[in-house]
């Protein structure tokens, strides 16, 4: 059964049917706000969708039932992350070890940003994951430059290769027994 974590539940409606067609049918979306999440569970009924699980989870802080992901989707979460006043690299830097723990090796990670440039996001997420595709989106110009106001990659986790390339485990949290022979 193919997996999905949402982390952007207010634009979940547009990715259903999309998800449907590539044979998603186990979809969680999460929220640490009980409101936001009590919002979707009632669009959730109104709609009639019965595939989306709902819980109210700090991705920060994930419990450990969330796991295994094939894909994991954000929209503004990480930005909203970024944007706490309260140590956001620390913050940032756990987002990065949450998703590793949620998806899949070879798992996309799916994000758009409004805060972060394309270059950007490639920093922050160098460690280990690596850009599968990049998504178009509006551009503007100003000043005779012309850039994107929002920025939306797909990210391969790559962890498990990384660390055989390197001879350092990065597989957490799927560490090796033992080193690879040969
Ligand atoms: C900018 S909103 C984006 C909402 C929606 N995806 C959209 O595009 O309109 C950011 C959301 O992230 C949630 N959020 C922020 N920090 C979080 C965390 N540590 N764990 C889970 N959700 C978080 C907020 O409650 C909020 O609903």
Known sequence: MLQCLILELEMVFSWLNLLAKFGFSDITGIDYSPSAIQLSGSVIEK????????????FLNLSTQLSG????????????????????????KQYVKSLSRVLKVKGFFLITSCNWTKEELLNEFSEGFELFEELPTPKFSFGGRSGNSVAALVFKNVRLFLGQIQGVDHTWPFPRTAPPQG
């Open 47 to 58: 709609e009639g969708l019965s595939n989306i699980k709902l819980k109210v989870e700090d």
């Open 69 to 92: 992901f094939h894909i994991c989707i954000d929209k503004g979460t990480f930005d909203a992350i970024s944007l706490n006043p309260d140590n956001a690299i620390e913050k940032r």
